[in-house]
Every structure is written in structure tokens, then in C-alpha cells.
């Protein structure tokens, strides 16, 4: 059985992110325990510590979630303080009395154990009082907008970037297996080849995922961003590319599947087969320049590789071996046509 344990991430976070999380704690400590008299202000930094996040509203989100968490937590435990003291068993009553307040108020887990967490600290470090409560309270939030106004003030994060890379790349997988398709209709191929066409076929899904869930990144970290203006229609033009790419990802699946399942060596002798590949060397070539520049795009030569499906396709009755996989080849082609004229209309 393997445990689900990770001590490491896959690649390490920017070191801008560690940079903004020390100056943000740092600063709401100092600042904290300038204008509250009292214990150190841990909960400042915390607070500070966890707002700071790598969008703006995930920092928002934090800085809710972290305050609601402290005030109902300090209100739990200053009641049960002021009641019965600062035995050992009242932390522990806090405590699962705070996990009970917060799943009675559906809360999410983050906020459930920062209610908790709260309760355990008010009762822990210092008596419950009520002037203690209240400048826990105001602690945190003096933590949490430090941690917004830093992450704000130093280089807000954008991740267009990695959503660019994302779905180009997609792009240019799909490009690559349309041609690898094309090719294995015209040369005979082992199973082997075949088997190995298949599954870099099915590569695509797991690309197409990544990049849906880049451009989801992408979106996050533009929400209140104020450098998110000049991104927007980059990430919708984005976003327009994959919706238009996804389903040809799914018709080229397919039809390798369809061609894995029946084929034989002599699928290449048949005359549509043959200019089935063509139009999908010119599809091949048409996703390419989806990931081209408009002006770059422009400037490629139409009369030197023309558009897929621009002149009609001559069809010749196939075999009797055959025929079900001709048909099948050129209904998902045409619906591959339909996607990259629709992208190119658009455009």
C-alpha cells in the first residue's frame, strides 16, 4: 500500500512568493505589537503568513476565512475562559466545542480549524479576558491586511504564462499526432507501432486537462489583480483556443482508435485513405499556425500548404474491408474542419 505522502512539491515555488510571506510576517509583527500593548503578537503574523497566497484573491479569501476563524474562536473560548477558568479540560472543551460551532455553520475546513485553532491559543497563551479577546481579534486583522498591501504593493502574480505554454503545447502535440495519424495510414505499421500510436494519441487528454486547469490558474490570478487589464484578452483568446482544440482532441482519439482496431496492411492502397492523410497533414498544419502570431500567421503561404478540406474530397466506393473505417475517418475529419475554420472565422 502506498501512502499518500509528498514531504517535496513536484518543482520548487518562486522564490518571490517566500520573499513577500517573510517581509508581510515580519511587518505584522512589528507593526502589531506597535499598536497593541500586550503578549507577542503571534497571531498578527500568522494571520500575515497565511494571507499572502499566489493570487490576489486567494489572499482575499484567506484573510476572510483566517478573520471569521479568529473571531469565532476568541468568542468560544473568552466564554468558557470567563466561565470556568484555564484548566487543562476547558482548552479541551474549547476546542471541540469550536469544531462543533463551525460544522453547525458549515464552515469550510480551513475556517473549522482555524476556529479551533483560535480557541486554543486564547486559552493557552494568556487569560480570557475580554480585552485579551479584542485584541486578538484586532491583531489578526491587522496581520491580514498586511498581507493583502504586500502582496498587492510586490509584483502582483500573474500565470498567463504557464496557461500560454500549456495550450500551445497541446497544440502542437495535436499537430504532431494528426501527422503521425497520416503517416500510419499511408506506410503499413506493426501492432507495436500501432499500440504506440494509440497511446500518444491518448497523451492528449491528460494535456488537455493541464492546460484547462492552467487557464483556470490564469483566471484566478488576474481576479482583482490590478496588473489584469492588460491580460484579459490574452487569456480569453486562450481559453477560446482550447475550447476550439478539446473537441478535435477528442476526434482524433477516435479515430487512431478506429484505425488501430481495424486495420491491416492494406489500408494505405485505398485512394481515399490516401486523401484522408493529406487532409490530415493540412490540419496538422492548420493547428501550427493556432499557435503562431496574427501577423505570422498571415504571412505563411496558403498555395504552399492549403487550409485542410478547402477543395472537395474525392471519394471512391472503398473495399468491402474498409469501408466502415473510410466512413468513419471522414466524419471525424469534417468535424475536425469545422473546429479550425471556426477557430480561423473567429480570428
Known amino acids: 500500500m502506498r501512502l499518500p505522502v509528498a514531504l517535496r512539491s513536484p518543482r520548487r515555488g518562486p ?8 517581509i508581510a510576517t515580519i511587518a505584522a509583527w512589528l507593526v502589531a505589537g506597535w499598536v497593541i500593548d500586550g503578549p507577542p503578537p503571534v497571531f498578527a503574523a500568522i494571520a500575515a503568513l497565511l494571507v499572502v497566497q499566489p ?9 476572510v476565512e483566517r478573520s471569521v476563524g479568529v473571531i469565532v474562536g476568541v468568542v468560544i473560548a473568552s466564554l468558557l475562559g470567563l466561565v470556568f477558568g484555564r484548566a487543562t479540560w476547558v482548552v479541551l472543551v474549547a476546542i471541540g466545542a469550536a469544531l462543533v460551532v463551525a460544522w453547525m455553520l458549515r464552515m ?11 480557541a486554543m491559543l486564547v486559552l493557552a497563551l494568556a487569560a480570557a479576558t475580554p480585552n485579551y479577546a479584542l485584541d486578538r481579534v484586532l491583531e489578526t486583522i491587522i496581520g491580514a491586511i498586511i498581507g493583502i498591501l504586500v502582496n498587492v504593493a510586490v509584483v502582483p502574480p500573474v500565470s498567463v504564462a504557464p496557461a500560454r505554454s500549456a495550450v500551445d503545447g497541446l497544440v502542437t502535440e495535436t499537430a504532431a499526432s494528426l501527422d503521425r495519424l497520416a503517416a500510419a495510414l499511408e506506410q503499413p505499421r506493426s501492432a507495436a507501432q500501432l499500440q504506440e500510436l494509440l497511446l500518444e494519441a491518448r497523451l492528449l487528454r491528460p494535456m488537455r486537462d493541464a492546460a484547462d486547469a492552467s487557464i483556470a490558474a490564469a483566471q484566478e490570478s488576474l481576479t482583482l489583480n490590478p496588473r489584469g487589464r492588460r491580460y484579459r484578452d490574452e487569456l480569453a483568446a486562450l481559453s477560446a483556443r482550447l475550447d476550439r482544440f478539446g473537441p478535435i482532441v477528442t476526434q482524433l482519439i477516435g479515430m487512431t482508435r478506429a484505425v488501430v482496431d481495424r486495420y491491416d496492411d492494406g489500408l494505405g492502397d485505398e485512394p481515399t485513405v490516401r486523401a484522408i492523410a493529406e487532409q490530415l497533414r493540412r490540419a496538422a498544419h492548420d493547428a501550427r499556425l493556432a499557435t503562431l502570431s496574427t501577423d505570422a500567421a498571415a504571412s505563411v503561404d496558403s498555395a504552399l500548404e492549403p487550409p485542410a478540406l478547402t477543395t472537395p ?9 474498409h469501408w466502415v473505417l473510410v466512413g468513419s475517418l471522414l466524419e471525424d475529419l469534417r468535424r475536425i474542419h469545422e473546429a479550425l475554420s471556426d477557430g480561423a472565422d473567429r480570428a
Not at 475546513?109 to 479551533?116: E, H, S
Open 108 to 118: 469550510t475546513p480551513g475556517t473549522a480549524n482555524q476556529v479551533a485553532i483560535s
Open 313 to 321: 474530397l474525392t471519394v471512391t466506393a472503398p473495399s468491402r474491408l
Open 55 to 63: 493570487s490576489l484573491n486567494q489572499s482575499l479569501g484567506k484573510a
Open 15 to 22: 522564490f518571490l512568493q517566500v520573499a513577500k510571506s517573510g
